[in-house]
């Protein structure tokens, strides 16, 4: 069965903290997979995607890895800031075109 | 207008009760996608339309939920004989084609009392 897990499922850090969290997925055939950023009381934001060839990804302090061989991707916060307190959500394309949700992280940053 | 929108922001009803979500999508955007996210998950596909047409109605967990983009553009989501498992965020995503980026719009949060 196609599923995304992701973790932590919560994370609290300080400010100025790095953090890296995880996505594990056992979708296959893969398409693609991308890292949304869902603030409370908001709809999901696009941070990164990256397909099958892609190892990293950086968009401003997100970066996002992928080992398509053990299925799992990072996502990686440098110098957190309070505005990134919010849930992050790993999905995963299958070559049906299909997306798989994780469950996502909810990451809180503490002054 | 700039992005998804999506009306009312906050539902409140009675067990039983109708209710109709709406969302307007980013102009000029084809495809149009309903989810449903509860609390600490991630959103719950529940129906894609390519224009005016359903493409993939799966999601749809019963018979009580219909939704509808009679124009091609903006969409309703219509929840018949509401149940309190209905209480949910319920999201809109829109995109220029299938398998592009989907922008998301800010949710209609629904509580079934």
């Known amino acids: 069965k196609n599923q995304v897990e992701q973790s932590p499922q919560s994370l609290i850090i300080l400010e100025g903290k790095n953090c890296t969290l995880q996505c594990n997925y056992t979708v296959s055939p893969f398409s693609n997979l991308r890292w949304y950023k869902q603030d409370t009381g908001r709809g999901p934001v696009s941070l990164t995607i990256m397909t099958f060839s892609e190892n990293t990804k950086s968009n401003g302090r997100y970066t996002a890895t992928l080992d398509a061989d053990t299925k799992q991707s990072s996502l990686h916060i440098t110098a957190s800031q309070l505005s990134d307190s919010a849930s992050y959500i790993c999905?995963?394309?299958?070559?049906?075109?299909?997306?798989?949700w994780g469950a996502g992280t909810k990451l809180i940053i503490k002054p | 207008g700039a992005g998804v929108s999506q009306t009312p922001s906050n539902k409140v009803t009675e067990k039983g009760k109708y209710v109709e979500l709406r969302c307007d999508p980013i102009?000029?955007?084809?495809?149009l996608y309903w989810y449903r996210q509860s609390l600490g998950q991630g959103p719950e596909f529940l129906i894609y339309?390519?224009?005016?047409?359903?493409?993939?109605d799966s999601g749809l967990p019963n018979d009580r939920f219909f939704a509808v983009r009679p124009e091609g553009s903006v969409s309703t989501l219509k929840i018949q004989r509401t149940e309190r498992g209905d209480s949910a965020v319920y999201l809109c995503?829109?995109?220029?084609?299938?398998?592009?980026?989907?922008?998301f719009g800010p949710g209609t949060r629904l509580t079934v009392l």
């Open positions: 999905v995963v394309r299958d070559s049906n075109y299909q997306l798989i």
């Open positions: 339309f390519q224009g005016t047409g359903a493409a993939d």
């Open positions: 995503a829109s995109s220029d084609d299938y398998a592009r980026e989907q922008f």
């Open positions: 102009s000029g955007h084809t495809a």
